[in-house]
């Protein structure tokens, strides 16, 4: 990330993750000059630290505005990864061929099928799926245990490397005439006439539209733009595998297998505040879960695991909302910023380009917990 000669932008982001970064190369890519400004090495980054899928089953089954914008970036994906393709750097790793919800009992499928089909009837027909019996799951994984009974298709899921993502994106928004600052965390907004003051460490930037995109750290920004960022960390667990040859032609919620032939083993869910520590027992209650559904990792060996933090609000959904007393302030917040990255460099990006959130995202305001 290099220094800034400049002083005035369109657009500065206040964030250098996953969200942050979708957002600048989709407003550079619209012409807008985009200053990036990211916290120090040690900052919370769930964006290097998550499990890479682009997952739509059940996304917003009892949310129907967040299904519509769920499917709506994975039908955006392929025009992101196609953009992205011709930036110099390694290949994304976008798979979009379907994703699998491994079932370990009947209770286990009854329940996914009620959700599911929750889904499929209070969508607009554009979301499909299918529960597989065991045979079929036999014939995608053929070294499934005895366990498993079945399993979820949805043929809308995919996945990526998280990591090449945001190395693409980064690339192109610099590409595209941006510039990312690092260890220059904003640590004021003021508002000077129509224009917008960030002071950080490394001096003082204008601009005329400001995104706070800074994950767990906006609940501290927000309130300098007006607004109210309500998220909290619930830390997810990984365990990585040595290289091996193919085992999974598709990922499920709890495995999957990266192009450089790694499984990727996670999806575990703990509230303990800023703790980043990875714990054995937790650990080893993934493993089981992976074990059961393919007992050959038995004999595979794990080279690392980490620990890493979402961004959550009350309910699980992403919050956007603009300030209405700084205009030109946008603060955004969401877990799930790899599969909504499409919309978001995309939809998103258009929207505060325009300066003005589109309708379809009135329901994700933080005014939906004033109740
Ligand atoms: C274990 C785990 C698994 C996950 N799996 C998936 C998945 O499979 N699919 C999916 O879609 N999503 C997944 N996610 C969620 C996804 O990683 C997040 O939605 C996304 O990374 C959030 O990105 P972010 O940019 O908001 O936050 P972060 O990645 O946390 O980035 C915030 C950035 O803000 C910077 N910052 C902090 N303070 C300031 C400041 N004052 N000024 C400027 N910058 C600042 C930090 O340096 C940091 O770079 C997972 C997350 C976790 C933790």
């Known amino acids: 990330m290099t220094q800034s000669a400049k002083s005035n932008f369109d657009a500065i982001i206040a964030g250098g993750g996953l969200i942050g970064l979708s957002i600048g190369y ?34 917003g089954a009892y949310f129907p505005s967040y299904a519509d914008w769920t499917m709506r970036s994975s039908e955006l994906w392929p025009n992101l990864a196609d953009e992205l393709q011709d930036i110099d750097g390694p290949k994304l790793g976008l798979h979009q061929n379907g994703g699998l919800s491994i079932c370990l009992s009947e209770a286990e499928m009854q329940q996914r099928f009620d959700k ?24 995608i994984m053929p070294g499934i245990g005895p366990r498993v009974v079945g399993a979820a298709y949805c043929a809308h899921d995919g996945h990526v490397n998280p990591l090449y993502l945001m190395r693409a994106l980064q690339t192109g928004l610099i590409r595209n005439g941006g510039v990312c600052l690092s260890n220059s965390p904003v ?36 309130p300098m733009v007006g607004l109210e960022q309500s998220v909290t960390p619930q830390k997810g667990q990984i365990v990585i595998t040595e290289k091996l040859d193919q085992q999974l032609s598709l990922p499920t919620l709890l495995l999957r297998q990266t192009d450089e032939g790694g499984l990727m083993i996670g999806d575990s869910h703990e509230d303990c505040g800023f703790d980043t520590s990875v714990s054995p027992t937790v650990v080893s209650g993934i493993a089981d879960r992976a074990l059961a559904t393919l ?16 961004v959550m609000s009350k309910d699980g959904y992403p919050i956007y909302d603009q ?49």
């Open 26 to 59: 989709g407003l550079s890519r619209l012409g807008l000059s985009v200053l990036l400004l990211d916290a120090e090495d040690t900052a919370i980054r769930a964006a290097r630290g998550n499990f890479g899928l682009v997952w739509v089953q059940g996304k």
């Open 187 to 222: 640590s004021d907004i003021r508002k000077n006439g129509s224009t917008i003051n960030v002071s950080t460490p490394k001096g003082n930037f204008e601009c005329q539209r400001l995104v706070l995109a800074a994950g767990l750290a906006n609940a501290g920004l927000a």
């Open 295 to 310: 007992p050959a990792l038995a004999d595979v060996g794990v080279v690392r695991s980490w620990a890493a933090l979402r």
């Open 116 to 139: 599911l089909e929750y889904l499929r009837v209070h969508q607009n027909g554009r979301f499909h799926f299918e529960m597989l019996d065991r045979a079929a799951v036999k014939e």
């Open 323 to 371: 300030s209405e007393t700084m205009s030109g302030a946008f603060a955004i917040s969401c877990h799930s910023g790899v599969t909504l990255s499409a919309a978001h460099a995309f939809d998103l990006a258009g929207y505060i380009a325009e300066g003005e959130l589109g309708q379809e995202l009135d329901g994700f305001s933080q005014r939906r917990f004033d109740v």
